[in-house]
């Protein structure tokens, strides 16, 4: 596992990363479970939720959990997006410049400070109550590469949901969930 070691050194390098693990097969198996049952009771199961970064990383040969602290740069991809069949209908939005120009449109309406809802491609919400519409958690890739002096390749990377959040930092933290605490994946293709 020559390749774990040198990758589990680079992501520790992350501003923001506490703590860096191997996800051994088992885990990875247990945490897709949590995902899909966690997909099931989202929205109190009156709307669609996927995590298909989640399905797409936990594929890779090397998957790495990171504890995250407040330090930690969550990018400015959308970690969510809402689906209408395959057009994007509503995203997360992290550009503070994007947000203000958002915010004068009359054809968006705000769900939450940072997440848009694009009214002229969606009737919300009654595509979301009637399942025509699917929250997806994506997977993103990386917006600044690692130093990768020994030829490991680029990496993608996703967020669990909540339950799967809690299950890694018990499984690999000791329970500890302090505020500003949070946990994402790491998929390499390299094998180790």
């Not at 390098?13 to 899909?36: C, K, N, P, S, T």
């Not at 969550?74 to 069949?85: A, N």
């Not at 009654?126 to 030829?151: A, M, S, W, Y």
Request: include cysteine; hydrophobic fraction near 35%; proline fraction near 5%.
């Amino acid at each position: 596992m020559e390749a774990a070691g040198t990758i589990e050194d680079l992501l520790k390098i992350i501003r923001g990363i506490e703590a860096v693990f191997l996800l051994d097969e088992e885990d990875r198996l247990r945490l897709l479970d949590i995902e899909l049952d966690a997909e099931k009771k989202c929205f109190m199961g009156l709307g669609l939720c996927y995590n298909s970064g989640i399905r797409e990383v936990l594929r890779c040969p090397l998957v790495f959990l990171g504890i995250t602290t407040m330090d930690f740069d969550w990018g400015c991809q959308s970690h969510m997006i809402l689906k209408k069949d395959e057009e994007i209908v509503g995203e997360e939005v992290y550009e503070e410049s994007r947000i203000e120009e958002l915010r004068k449109r009359k054809d968006v309406w705000f769900l939450h400070q940072n997440f848009v809802i694009y009214k002229d491609r969606v009737n919300f919400p009654r595509d979301i109550i009637e399942k025509q519409c699917c929250f997806e958690l994506p997977v993103l890739t990386p917006e600044e590469p690692l130093p990768d002096p020994h030829g490991l390749g680029q990496y993608l990377s996703c967020f669990p949901s909540t339950p799967g959040d809690t299950f890694l930092k018990r499984r690999y933290y000791g329970g500890i969930d302090e505020r500003g605490m949070g946990t994402v994946l790491f998929g390499f293709k390299v094998r180790g």
